[in-house]
């Protein structure tokens, strides 16, 4: 499960032999040549392959990738390369496909991604020089690579909603735009977008003002943070650490030139800039609230200009493990499994094994990859494709999983529905109060689709007996689990998704997500279910209804 901080950030002998010892089920009377492909007579076959999903296969798998040796599978270690290679391991021992075509191993699909870090940063004023990471932070891209001069304008408080229009009149294109921080009120003391005592997304969310001005053509949008230097100082502190931290994203994803680049700067930057002082800057502030509506700013900007805010990066190879089997009658058609098998490494020494976030799914996909094969080689195989997929550097940012989605091996008009594991061994701070063990949150199964939720009540009724719980599926719900996790790629999509998640414990991202505190007889549970709903999924007659649009 990705961290929800800002942007949070082995030596085993190489394993040539998959580990399964699930016992081979004996073959029906149904031949290789002629697979079944009746949806009653798969449905009465699908317990006999979910049996092979047991708590003591989970353990010996999740025993071996959350152990010391893999050094806490870190985006781009050593490492989570040991994991990648396991996992690929056992995909074709079990007999899945690798599906990557020109890549030397077709189990592994290449993330672009690249490990970036801010280097010299300044804005010249005149002779005044105003440094990154004190005087200003830049949030996002930069299309400042080199020395180069702006053009600095004035556009109030840099709002451009129907009702009220900060750009009227303005030409920004390629230009260094100056905002005031917030949103604007009346004499009356109401928000003048909102007209309400309730601010709006322009006055809480900097990418609101970024992504107007760039609709405007601005080459950055400056937003001043703060009424003096104090006050700038303790709105920022939190970018000052983050600041000199590499971070790593999608290649492309930040690029360099062409993008809007949205910084936070000190009164003292922006009156600079507008050859003012402070305090007759963040005056323009009555005069809208006299007006009550948007006012022409009266400064005259400063003509030199100059601005630097470099950005070093360097590729950081990982991948996708993905394993394939082909479906029979509506193999065109794709169900995607996925769960994240990286975590975050070591972090002050410690190793963050990472057992249940996100061993847990893990070794569940693993065991569901193994258990379908099993079934395809019994004649029983799947009438829809599917494609098991762990991915990787979800916990910098859902980035594996978001990679696939632009980059997708099957079409994603193709692909029916995401079943998405993220930690299934644990149980989360309300249920230890009662040492409820028999639960899995259920994120998600309604939004896109009425029959992909159906189904999970069914196939949990009839085969698992868990208590599905709904509390994080409420879009109010404040932890917002549903964008938090790799399905959400898929959802964005339109594909219909449901996450399985047994929530927050008091190990959650520390060195004491240890293997040991997993419980796998829920684990075992949790992985019948995804089980069962792929299965439902991979075989009925119909595709699943895309009928709701819920957030």
Not at 38 to 46: K, S, V
Not at 158 to 180: C, E, F, H, Q, R
Not at 415 to 432: H, L, Q, S
Request: aromatic share 10%; net charge negative; with cysteine.
């Amino acid at each position: 499960m990705k961290y929800n901080k800002f942007y949070v950030y082995a030596l085993a002998a190489f394993l040539t032999t998959g580990c399964a010892t699930t016992p081979t089920t004996t073959s029906t009377s149904t031949t290789a040549e002629a697979p079944v492909a009746d949806a009653d007579r798969l449905r009465e076959a699908a317990p006999k392959y979910a049996a092979t999903i047991t708590a003591a296969d989970l353990s010996k798998h999740l025993h071996i990738l959350a152990s010391d040796e893999y050094e806490g599978r870190d985006t781009g270690s050593k490492g989570l390369q040991m994991a990648a290679d396991y996992i690929s391991s056992e995909f074709k021992e079990d007999g899945l496909v690798g599906p990557v075509k020109n890549n030397a191993n077709p189990y592994y699909q290449p993330v672009a991604l690249e490990r970036s870090q801010w280097g010299d940063g300044y804005i010249m004023v005149g002779k005044q020089k105003f440094m990154m990471g004190q005087d200003f932070f830049v949030l996002g891209a930069s299309p400042y690579q080199t020395e180069q001069t702006a053009e600095v304008v004035f556009a109030g408080y840099g709002i451009d909603a129907d009702n009220y229009s900060d750009y009227a009149n303005i030409d920004v294109t390629g230009k260094m735009v100056v905002v005031l921080g917030g949103e604007p009120k009346g004499a009356d003391g109401k928000f003048l977008v909102s007209g309400t005592e309730k601010a709006s997304d322009w006055g809480n969310d900097f990418r609101t003002k970024r992504n107007a001005a760039t609709k405007r053509g601005a080459k950055s949008v400056l937003v001043v943070t703060g009424t003096n230097a104090g006050e700038f100082a303790t709105m920022t502190q939190r970018y000052r650490n983050f600041l000199t931290r590499p971070s790593i994203g999608l290649k492309g994803n930040g690029a360099q030139g062409g993008a809007t680049a949205a910084m936070m700067v000190s009164p003292q930057v922006g009156a600079a800039l507008l050859g003012t002082t402070p305090e007759k800057m963040l005056a323009h502030a009555n005069a809208v609230a006299k007006a009550g509506k948007p006012t022409p700013g009266t400064f005259t900007a400063v003509k030199d200009v100059k601005v630097k805010t470099e950005r070093k990066s360097e590729a950081l190879p990982s991948d996708n493990v993905l394993g394939y089997i082909e479906g029979t009658d509506k193999k065109d058609e794709v169900i995607v499994v996925t769960a994240h098998y990286d975590h975050v490494g070591i972090e002050d020494g410690e190793i963050f094994n990472g057992a249940n976030d996100d061993g847990s799914g893990t070794v569940a996909v693993v065991e569901l990859a193994e258990a379908f094969a099993q079934a395809k080689k019994d004649g029983m195989g799947p009438r829809r494709s599917i494609l098991f997929m762990l991915v990787t550097a979800e916990e910098k940012g859902l980035l594996g999983s978001e990679y696939y989605a632009n980059n997708p091996i099957f079409p994603l008009a193709n692909t029916v529905a995401n079943v998405n594991i993220d930690m299934i061994g644990r149980m989360d701070f309300d249920a230890e109060k009662t040492n409820d063990q028999n639960y899995i949150y259920v994120i998600g199964a309604d939004k896109l689709s009425s029959e992909l939720h159906q189904i999970n009540e069914e196939v949990n009724e009839k085969h698992v007996g868990l208590r599905l719980d709904y509390k994080f599926n409420d879009e109010n719900d404040p932890n917002r689990f549903y964008y938090r996790s790799d399905h959400y790629n898929f959802a964005k999509h339109g594909i219909p998704i449901v996450f399985y998640f047994n929530g927050v414990h008091a190990d959650y991202h520390k060195a004491s997500d240890t293997v040991d505190k997993i419980l796998f007889e829920k684990a075992e549970k949790a992985a019948r279910l995804a089980f069962h709903v792929t299965w439902e999924l991979a075989n009925r007659d119909n595709r699943i209804v895309v009928d709701s649009n819920k957030k």
